[in-house]
């Protein structure tokens, strides 16, 4: 067993029924407690088609990436339970000085869902309500559109000052292309395990994304990406 959180564990090896008379013990069992190493697969699932390029973002960092239209963007879980922050802005906009990004609130309200899923030609849109992305497979189809990227205050609130967060990681990386930093960031919070409850709370579990998932989706513009990471 691999132990995710601190836990008490009880094992037993219970016998078979007996008299009195008899003594017929259970097999032995040896509990071996090792480190705390890590085992990490790192095997990638088959490639979809031609590869043009494998973008590899370390832990509690983001990478930019420029997508033409037509292209596909496959975003994969390595390790199973990482969550990963994405945006997207129209290569054109940026061009002239318009900062309109992928906005969840404008997605949700034209897809009547949470989130665009796979099969019917969902999109996530702009804060125009240009398509920037259509959904083409998904492994997980279980993500979050409601929260904010992680964020400096996100942290402090939880005794955590100065810690790197993907909203820090969105400013670094789009700095590139003329992005001014934002305190706070919309994104689409891949792998993410939340749901909003029917008192109207917004509640989060475990992801139930496992090592290869991914997300695998198609650029209808030229397109400026990000994808985190994320330390949380």
Not at 69 to 80: H, L, N, P, R, W
Not at 97 to 110: M, Q
Not at 200 to 225: E, F, K, M, Q
Request: charged fraction near 20%; charge should be negative; glycine fraction near 6%.
């Amino acid at each position: 067993y691999t132990v995710t959180n601190d836990c008490l564990c009880l094992i037993a090896a219970p016998g078979e029924d007996m008299s009195q008379e008899q003594l017929m013990p259970p097999t032995d069992i040896i509990v071996g407690v090792s480190g705390t190493g890590v085992i990490v697969n790192d095997e990638l699932p088959a490639p979809l088609g031609i590869v043009d390029r494998e973008i590899r973002v370390n832990h509690s960092t983001a990478e930019s990436y420029l997508v033409k239209a037509g292209e596909y963007i496959q975003i994969i879980d390595v390790e199973g339970q990482q969550c990963s922050d994405f945006q997207a802005f129209l290569e054109e906009d940026l061009k002239n000085n318009l900062e309109l990004c992928l906005d969840p609130t404008v997605t949700r309200s034209l897809m009547s869902a949470s989130y665009p899923a796979p099969g019917s030609h969902d999109k996530f849109y702009n804060q125009n309500s240009v398509p920037l992305v259509e959904v083409i497979q998904d492994t997980v189809c279980r993500h979050d559109t409601f929260g904010l990227a992680c964020n400096a205050k996100y942290y402090e609130d939880r005794g955590f000052p100065g810690h790197i967060s993907c909203t820090d990681n969105f400013n670094l990386s789009l700095a590139e292309y003329g992005v001014k930093p934002r305190r706070n960031w919309a994104a689409v919070n891949l792998f993410f395990n939340t749901a909003i409850e029917e008192c109207h709370s917004l509640t989060s579990d475990v992801s139930w994304s496992r090592p290869g998932d991914y997300v695998l989706l198609r650029a209808v513009n030229d397109l400026v990406c990000v994808s985190s990471a994320c330390p949380d």
